[in-house]
């Protein structure tokens, strides 16, 4: 039987388009063995949401002390408190309160209850770190204005790891200033030292020192000078979301001029949530 040229034609035109698709799969075949499928995309990437930090927690403290002052008299009180972060805008929202935790039936001891609302961004630039904010003191239970007060600050701070991981040193410089009742400035030195001391895998045993020296320049009508050195230690155990936390504080007076408090030493105990 003879093949003619046309039929030998459509022969070798079927021989090419089959060799060619199969070159083709095998090619295919190959970028698929070599290129491992992308993982899908989070859920918040695809939604487009940022990256948002929760924490909370509650504070029992011996004294409510505050730049030196003794708020409550002795008297021990309950703090409990809130923020929400958005770290990569920088932000920062917080809410704290404190309550006296004993003679609430004395008005002038319920007029001392507070609640603070904070605002505020920072940034952090190699082993530097730096912010601004706001801060509203609202004394619900207080009389008129006396209710009411608001500050700006802004800080500047350095910090870093010796050894990374177990040892973290880091100090600050804070300014406030009173625009409303104190009507002046007053500014905060701190430094501290943390230390990781055990890590037993669902957490962390961290020990923590600082202090703070405080400068009033004439807020509520004070002579300005050095108004408290407050002296800390802190235990911290973080399991899994959880903190539990004790500190202790040794407050130093230098100047009775500008503060006439008494030195004291108080304790502070909490627990906390982060997520």
Request: glycine letters at 10%; aromatic letters at 12%.
């Amino acid at each position: 039987m003879t093949t003619s040229l046309h039929d030998l034609t459509r022969k070798t035109a079927c021989t090419l388009f089959i060799a060619a698709l199969t070159l083709c799969c095998a090619n295919c075949l190959a970028a698929e063995e070599a290129e491992p499928p992308k993982p899908a995309p989070e859920a918040d990437e695809e939604a487009g949401w940022p990256k948002v930090n929760v924490s909370a927690g509650i504070d029992v403290v011996t004294n409510y002390v505050f730049r030196g002052f003794d708020y409550l008299d002795d008297k021990p009180a309950i703090q409990p408190w809130a923020g929400v972060a958005f770290p990569d805008a920088g932000v920062e929202i917080g809410l704290w309160s404190s309550f006296a935790a004993s003679d609430r039936e004395d008005e002038e001891i319920r007029a001392l209850d507070e609640f603070d609302i904070t605002v505020s961004w920072g940034h952090t630039w190699w082993l530097f770190n730096f912010g601004a904010g706001h801060v509203a003191y609202i004394l619900p239970d207080s009389p008129g204005h006396a209710g009411y007060s608001a500050e700006l600050f802004a800080w500047f701070g350095v910090g870093f790891e010796p050894i990374p991981g177990t040892l973290a040193l880091g100090a600050g410089l804070t300014g406030y200033w009173d625009y409303d009742q104190g009507n002046d400035l007053y500014m905060s030195l701190a430094a501290d030292a943390t230390w990781t001391a055990m890590d037993f895998g669902a957490g962390t045993l961290v020990i923590g020192a600082g202090a703070t020296a405080g400068y009033n320049h004439g807020q509520y009508n004070v002579d300005p000078g050095l108004s408290d050195i407050d002296l800390r230690g802190s235990v911290t155990v973080n399991v899994w979301l959880l903190s539990l936390y004790v500190e202790c504080h040794a407050v130093l007076i230098p100047e009775e001029t500008v503060n006439d408090e008494d030195e004291e030493v108080w304790l502070k105990a909490g627990v906390s949530i982060s997520f």
